[in-house]
């Protein structure tokens, strides 16, 4: 199974810290994306990144590909309450298949 | 304007019922899909249509049986409800394929008792 594997299950952190957060998978991917889901919303996209880059950045987030390991990590700097939410990455592999993670819980205390 | 919108937010259901869940974007996407997230965030593409055709059916049950009378709209009928059906559903469109960005709809929260 593709599911990916991400860690922490949970985070907490003070304001103005910084979050990373990991992502696994098995086998070879196309791309990897990064979604953000605030709590009984839907799922936000925040990051694509493909399988020949090795960095991305937008704004206070920074996603990095490293595909001889088979993992990403999502970076989110001088996080704000607001970053407050569950974060996942999501697969995308040869056969048109998007497999998500099971998500890490990001809490910003402020 | 919302772009993906679902309806209802909120199903709760008796066991053996039948219901419907619709779903709409007005994005212009070709392709829409139908996830289940379980009680543990735990996220899964059931279905995806393109442009009105069906795509990907990962295995669920035959009682789950998505319908799109236009490219705009995918909606996903349940039949003979269980609990194990308890779920948060999300409908999603892309523009193209799967690789592409996904657009969330707000999810039905669906309890069957």
């Known amino acids: 199974s593709q599911q990916g594997e991400e860690d922490p299950q949970a985070l907490s952190i003070q304001e103005g810290e910084n979050a990373t957060m990991n992502c696994s998978y098995k086998t070879s991917i196309n791309n990897l994306q990064w979604y953000r889901q605030n709590s009984g919303r839907g799922l936000v996209h925040l990051i694509l990144?493909?399988?020949?880059?090795r960095e991305k950045h937008s704004g206070r987030l920074r996603v990095t590909l490293d595909t001889s390991k088979k993992s990403s990590s999502l970076l989110i700097t001088a996080s704000r309450a607001a970053d407050t939410a569950s974060y996942f990455c999501a697969k995308e592999t040869s056969g048109s298949r998007l497999t998500f993670g099971e998500g890490t819980q990001l809490t910003v205390n402020p | 304007d919302t772009a993906v919108s679902q309806t209802p937010k909120y199903l709760v259901t008796q066991m053996g019922n039948d219901k419907s869940i619709k779903c709409e974007q007005n994005l212009g996407h070709d392709t829409m899909y139908w996830y289940k997230q379980d009680s543990k965030k735990f996220l899964k593409i059931m279905f995806s249509?393109?442009?009105?055709?069906?795509?990907i059916n990962e295995t669920v049950p035959n009682r789950f049986s998505p319908k799109s009378p236009d490219k705009a709209h995918l909606n996903l009928h349940i039949n003979s409800l269980e609990l194990g059906d308890s779920a948060v559903y999300f409908c999603?469109?892309?523009?193209?394929?799967?690789?592409?960005?996904?657009?969330f709809g707000p999810g039905t929260r669906l309890t069957v008792l």
């Open positions: 990144i493909r399988s020949n880059e």
């Open positions: 999603a469109s892309t523009k193209g394929g799967i690789a592409d960005t996904q657009y």
């Open positions: 249509y393109n442009n009105k055709e069906l795509i």
